[in-house]
């Protein structure tokens, strides 16, 4: 949870301060990894494409093999530097998901020796932000299949997204906020640019299209070596990007309070293994990033591995065909998953989306998901919903008092790694001396 790593919004590429990174950066290495584990259980790890969690320049925590981008965002497809392991290569012949994907295939042709391998591939598509998917883009292979077709169009765009245009800026901010703001307005522009755009509509269906060749290939390969028995292939994201659903774009943080709808939240997991996880069935359990890593290593025969103050429960019986619903939520209650955004935050159930804002930063949210599955209208403060939002706004209470870390819980004086969006509403509500870091702690010890 941001709550307990710190990563409360994407890390500048450069600290915005002008104070460089220490050398060291890598925000995941005082934790428990996923590559960390492995490669202390003699596993070889492998990481390809996009990292944007300290200086790709460096090897990460865990990372044997280390092929990356030398930014942590996005600005081409395709003219692209990128370091394999600390040397630097250009790449501009083509679109940097295929070229990733031959990287990825090198390192499944390396598994020969029958070594247990990690491969991490992070592709940076379809990535869904500007100036990527910003109108046409006929260099897309794909793109000739979707630029004739004609889209759907969204509802108009949300007025918090506008507002970041009307509002005046303020040139004595602190440079933190100055920044953000800047962004905002950035960000604003883009948005009313691209909404609703045909052309902007058919390059992210085709980006979509070409990270789903990407896959096949992958597990087409994984095939042709003969590993597809020995093989877990998981499929998912790190966030949803709206592109005009419910009028919205990019980040929760680009509205004010921040938006918490499905249409970011709800990303897909998709799991394969050959003999092991029964194919085309689809399960109703709900899952969160936090149960990626105890269910891997469960899948792995690695289930004793203690992950300290983790919300994450294993998942992996219900990988297998064995598990299913109903199940409880991290604190024993009826099923849920529990998420965050600075100033937000939100319990999810099969029926209900309950979210508290930080006080003053927004009023409470609740949505019925039976009767409003889009969540269009908030019954918070209804008299007929009341047992419901007192349930699940002590849920929320709970759960980040039991699993907050208090060095990163923005609500009660902790601070955030590199950046937060909203830095002057937590400069004002902790007081002096409070400020964002780029300190990380020790190497955690596998």
């Not at 990690?118 to 910003?134: E, G, H, S």
Request: hydrophobic share 35%; aromatic share 10%; glycine share 8%.
């Amino acid at each position: 949870m941001p709550s307990q790593h710190g990563v409360h919004l994407a890390i500048p590429d450069e600290p915005p301060l002008g104070t460089p990174y220490p050398a060291d950066y890598d925000v995941t290495r005082e934790f428990r990894t996923l590559p960390g584990t492995l490669q202390a259980a003699g596993y070889r790890t492998a990481m390809v494409g996009k990292w944007h969690l300290g200086d790709p320049h460096q090897v990460g925590a865990g990372w044997d093999h280390w092929v990356a981008h030398t930014r942590g965002h996005t600005t081409d497809f395709w003219d692209n530097t990128v370091l394999v392991d600390g040397r630097e290569h250009r790449v501009t012949d083509r679109h940097i998901v295929d070229w990733f994907t031959d990287r990825a295939i090198d390192v499944i042709d390396g598994a020969a020796d029958g070594q247990p391998f990690l491969l991490q591939v992070n592709y940076d598509a379809p990535y869904v932000l500007p100036p990527t998917v910003v109108g046409p883009n006929p260099r897309n292979p794909h793109y000739a299949r979707f630029a004739g077709r004609t889209f759907r169009p969204f509802p108009p765009i949300d007025p918090s997204i506008v507002a970041s245009l009307t509002l005046p800026f303020d040139f004595d901010l602190d440079p933190d906020e100055e920044y953000t703001l800047a962004s905002a307005i950035n960000n604003a522009w883009w948005a009313l640019r691209s909404h609703n755009d045909q052309a902007t509509r058919a390059n992210v269906a085709a980006e979509n299209a070409l990270v789903d060749a990407a896959v096949g290939r992958l597990v087409d390969h994984l095939d042709a070596q003969g590993l597809a028995r020995r093989s877990l292939v998981l499929v998912t994201t790190d966030q949803g990007n709206p592109y005009g659903q419910r009028g919205l774009w990019g980040h929760p943080v680009w509205t004010d309070p921040p938006f918490m709808h499905d249409v970011t939240f709800r990303v897909p997991l998709i799991a394969r293994h050959v003999g092991v996880v029964p194919a085309n069935r689809v399960s109703d359990v709900m899952v969160s990033h936090y149960d990626l890593l105890p269910t891997v290593l469960d899948h792995v025969g690695l289930g004793g591995v203690e992950v300290a103050g983790s919300p994450g429960r294993s998942v992996a019986d219900v990988l297998q065909g064995e598990g299913s619903a109903p199940r409880t939520d991290p604190l024993g209650h009826s099923e849920a998953v529990y998420f965050e955004v600075e100033t937000a935050r939100t319990v999810r159930t099969p029926t209900h989306r309950c979210t508290r804002h930080l006080d003053g930063c927004g009023d409470p949210e609740l949505y019925d998901l039976v009767a409003d599955p889009d969540q269009w209208v908030n019954v918070a403060g209804d008299p007929a919903h009341a047992a419901v939002e007192a349930d699940l706004t002590a849920r929320i209470d709970e759960f980040w008092s039991r699993y907050a870390d208090p060095r990163y819980d923005l609500w009660h004086g902790g601070t955030g790694q590199a950046m937060v969006s909203r830095y002057l509403t937590f400069a004002e509500r902790h007081g002096p001396g409070w400020d964002v870091t780029t300190e990380v702690g020790p190497p955690f010890e596998h």
